[in-house]
């Protein structure tokens, strides 16, 4: 989603988000769900809700820099999102940090934290359609 090829001749990598989130609101929000894809993978690799919670931080974040018209676009590519969470993920995989898979409150609580995480993002995506719709006067 972030580094799917390289600008030519610089060390900056763009990606699926970065092309679809040239769409406002909608390019936003298909980003985000796709992005939601690694959160629930954190959740199935049973990760602890902390790391959840700052993948979660690191999409908000990403949703809030897509709501600024054009500049939001370039910070929306330099934040990495999703490549941040990939390697939070990795990391803490790699440490061993991982929930008892017998806890049922942990699968209650990073559920709910993934879906408030979407809740938001997709807010912010409805707001940034809506606000396009009322400068085009449609609404």
């Known amino acids: 989603m972030d580094d799917l090829v390289r600008v030519p001749g610089t060390n900056i990598g763009l990606g699926l988000d970065?092309?679809?989130?040239?769409?406002?609101?909608?390019?936003?929000?298909?980003?985000s769900?796709?992005?939601g894809m690694i959160l629930a993978d954190a959740v199935r690799k049973r990760v602890p809700v902390s790391v959840l919670a700052l993948m979660g931080w690191n999409l908000v974040l990403d949703a809030l820099l897509g709501l600024i018209p054009?500049?939001?676009?370039?910070?929306?590519?330099?934040?990495?999102?999703?490549l941040k969470n990939l390697r939070?993920?990795?990391?803490?995989?790699d440490q061993g940090r991982t929930v008892d898979v017998s806890s049922r409150t942990y699968l209650v609580r990073a559920v709910l934290m993934v879906v408030l995480i979407?809740?938001?993002?997709?807010?912010?995506?409805?707001?940034?359609?809506?606000?396009l719709l009322k400068l085009l006067r449609l609404v």
């Open 88 to 93: 939070l993920l990795e990391r803490t995989l």
């Open 70 to 82: 054009g500049v939001g676009d370039v910070a929306d590519a330099a934040h990495r999102a999703n």
């Open 118 to 131: 979407l809740v938001v993002v997709l807010a912010f995506a409805v707001l940034a359609i809506w606000g």
């Open 18 to 31: 970065a092309l679809i989130g040239l769409i406002p609101g909608v390019g936003d929000a298909a980003g």
């Open 33 to 35: 769900v796709i992005s």
